[in-house]
């Protein structure tokens, strides 16, 4: 693979579900990000993290959760998935916080 | 609280130039991005102003004043293919992004 991945490339899932979107990395970037966008609103940090086996809260963390096991993965889980939670979700890397950011290809995420 | 403006969209003609201005207001200052957004796709990045004053690049230059708390995308020669949403992002003293809401630019013929 060559730059950040992300799967699935969209999905409908039934509120109350456990979802859990995966991003994955070849750059060795230290930094990782994941955030939703929706009409009108922008780009919004729900988790980030700095280097592996760190994490931190962004803007919108309430109903997520995130892990950084190693470099390369940075996955996204929703203990139990709301409306409020349909979006676009883009995960994205870089060498530190102040490096440009390297965006997957993004998720497409409806709860019903 | 931290914010950023910029206009939510604009319209320009093919050949044409177009400049999309960015205000912020953010607890500290220590670089702005521009990102370029098409439809249905992620953001891609496509200047950095750390600096006062203009960083060109092709047909695309950012401008940077830190006093003011503004920066400009300018657009020369504008051809189809730029149509897209334009994103202004601010890195604060925390070194986080802080992202605008982007302005949707329409390219006519």
């Known amino acids: 693979i060559a730059g950040i991945t992300q799967a699935p490339t969209s999905q409908i899932l039934a509120a109350g579900r456990r979802m859990t979107l995966r991003c994955t990395q070849d750059?060795?970037?230290?930094?990782m990000y994941w955030y939703r966008q929706d009409l009108g609103l922008g780009l919004r940090l729900i988790h980030y993290s700095n280097t592996a086996g760190t994490t931190g809260k962004g803007e919108v963390p309430d109903g997520y959760s995130v892990s950084r096991a190693n470099t390369d993965d940075f996955p996204l889980t929703l203990a139990s998935a709301v409306p409020s939670q349909t979006s676009v979700y883009f995960c994205?890397?870089?060498?530190?916080?102040?490096?440009?950011?390297?965006f997957g290809p993004g998720t497409r995420l409806t709860v019903l | 609280g931290q914010n950023i403006d910029q206009p939510t969209e604009m319209t320009a003609t093919e050949g044409a130039i177009v400049q999309i201005n960015c205000t912020y207001q953010?607890?500290?200052?220590?670089?702005l991005f521009w990102y370029q957004q098409h439809a249905g796709e992620a953001p891609t990045f496509l200047s950095y102003n750390v600096l006062d004053g203009l960083e060109e690049k092709g047909r695309f230059s950012s401008f940077l004043s830190r006093s003011k708390g503004y920066s400009y995308l300018l657009l020369k020669e504008l051809q189809m293919k730029d149509s897209a949403s334009y994103l202004c992002?601010?890195?604060?003293?925390?070194?986080?992004?802080?992202w605008g809401a982007g302005t949707k630019l329409i390219i006519k013929p």
């Open positions: 953010t607890s500290g200052f220590n670089g």
């Open positions: 992002a601010v890195i604060d003293s925390n070194y986080q992004l802080i």
């Open positions: 750059m060795r970037h230290n930094a």
């Open positions: 994205a890397s870089s060498g530190q916080g102040r490096d440009e950011q390297f």
